[in-house]
């Protein structure tokens, strides 16, 4: 076999057929030079355009991250009168709490009883105690009444009434020089079955209201009466009734001889009561100014009735109060009766003038004097009040003693007002003559030992205003 010359190549047995002599032909093409002269085209055409800035912002990001400036917002003119807003406190951080210390469960019960002491209004103290026990099974004792139960007592100390001078003088200190003849109808006093009958009526009063507690009177009306003594002189045999308590007012009243015409307020007033238990046959011929008020009840009344809506009970109670205040109109055509802010009067228990089986008991009309601080003033007894309390009196009387009282304000509210009534001493009732009532107060004074030197029986002096006679 010949060798090969030396142009030819050794062949390779992985060449495929014919490819090879193609490939010899593509490498005999200038690939290098012509690769780069592409390459330096296409870095002049980059150069001229936008996209070389972006690439080297882009290169230069990544060497070093610069932090973004805030952008600088613009600063307005402030707005005059307007004040600058003020820096906002930067907020303190809490402190965090402290773990709670871990509480053991209870393994019996450890609840004790308490107590609380509030005052009322009422004038009374309500005390409160709240009692535990153990008991058995909550499912056990829920079914028991008596498992769960609150308690309410109320406790009442009954006074006792005072006798001696001594006790008299330190509620009403002077009274001793004022009526110097008490010093000997003081021993053999009793005290009079009226002062006991009033707290009994007071405390009936308190066991009808005692779930209501809103209902209940007060410690000051309770204890509105510190005695109530049956008085006889040794020497004349004069018979007095003497109660010492504190002095309310009393504004009720009407006359249309003596007064004509009164303020609105009163005529249409629903509490403002026309009669007194004082009264006399009336003499002259103008009616009672109250009367019209009295009439727009009526009317008022009707018209409810006449109402689709008024309930059938609600008409009978009407019906019933029309037929009341008829009565009572016709009272005042026949009729004058005492002027609370004019005359001189003061009020009684009922249950103590509508008696009469007590020789001491006061009634209407008894001439009777009430004094305060060593001044004596003459009266009658002209009106009739509720059973359970006593010391009220006319607002002429209350405002005698203080210029402040009014039907709102009570002239003395502690006990240190004497009330003497002179029992039996009543007359024909007529309209007020106040020179008589006081010379007949001064005469019954006389039999009981008169009045002190350092002390003068009040002279009461006709306020009313004067009216004018029509010419014939």
Not at 26 to 38: E, I, K, Q, T, Y
Not at 80 to 89: D, L, M, R, S, Y
Not at 205 to 218: P, V
Not at 431 to 459: F, I, N, Q
Request: hydrophobic share 35%; proline share 9%; glycine share 6%.
């Amino acid at each position: 076999m010949a060798s090969p010359s030396g142009n030819q190549r050794k062949h390779d047995p992985h060449e495929i057929e014919g490819v090879k002599q193609r490939h010899s032909k593509a490498a005999s093409f200038p690939w290098l030079r012509v690769s780069f002269f592409v390459l330096v085209c296409g870095v002049i055409v980059i150069a001229q355009g936008p996209l070389p800035g972006k690439i080297w912002r882009k290169l230069a990001g990544t060497k070093k991250e610069q932090p973004a400036k805030p952008p600088v917002k613009p600063v307005s003119k402030p707005v005059v009168g307007t004040p600058e807003p003020k820096p906002q406190p930067v907020p303190t951080p809490k402190p965090t709490p402290a773990p709670e210390p871990k509480v053991l469960p209870p393994t019996d019960h450890t609840a004790t009883s308490g107590g609380d002491v509030r005052r009322m209004s009422k004038g009374f103290d309500l005390k409160t105690k709240v009692t535990l026990v153990k008991g058995k099974a909550a499912s056990t004792e829920r079914e028991d009444k008596s498992s769960y139960v609150a308690e309410y007592e109320l406790k009442v100390r009954l006074p006792k009434a005072i006798t001696t001078m001594a006790e008299l003088q330190k509620v009403n200190p002077g009274i001793d020089k004022a009526l110097p003849g008490l010093k000997d109808m003081l021993p053999t006093a009793k005290t009079s079955p009226f002062y006991f009958r009033l707290y009994e009526n007071k405390t009936e009063r308190l066991k009808k209201n005692a779930t209501r507690l809103n209902d209940l009177m007060t410690r000051h009306n309770f204890f509105d009466c510190e005695t109530i003594l049956n008085l006889k002189h040794p020497r004349t045999g004069r018979r007095a009734l003497l109660v010492q308590a504190e002095m309310d007012v009393v504004s009720d009243g009407s006359d249309g001889d003596r007064l004509p015409t009164m303020p609105d307020k009163i005529v249409n007033s629903s509490y403002y009561q026309p009669m007194t238990s004082y009264g006399w046959k009336k003499t002259g011929s103008t009616p009672n100014p109250l009367i019209a008020g009295w009439k727009g009840r009526i009317k008022k009344a009707n018209a409810e009735i006449a109402k689709a809506g008024t309930k059938p009970e609600r008409k009978a109670w009407l019906q019933a109060r029309i037929k009341k205040i008829k009565r009572e109109i016709q009272d005042m055509e026949a009729r004058s009766f005492l002027i609370a802010d004019y005359d001189p009067f003061i009020v009684m228990p009922i249950d103590m003038v509508t008696d009469r089986s007590d020789k001491y008991a006061a009634s209407i009309g008894d001439y009777a004097v009430v004094i305060h601080k060593g001044k004596i003033y003459p009266c009658i007894v002209g009106d009739a009040g509720p059973s359970f309390k006593v010391g009220e009196a006319s607002l002429r009387m209350a405002k005698q003693i203080n210029s402040r009282a009014s039907p709102y304000s009570r002239p003395v509210s502690d006990l240190t007002v004497t009330y003497l009534v002179f029992p039996g001493s009543a007359e024909k009732f007529k309209a007020p003559d106040y020179t008589k009532w006081r010379e007949k107060c001064s005469s019954l004074l006389a039999e009981m030992g008169g009045v002190g030197a350092e002390s003068t029986l009040h002279t009461w002096v006709n306020t009313l205003p004067i009216i004018e006679k029509k010419a014939p």
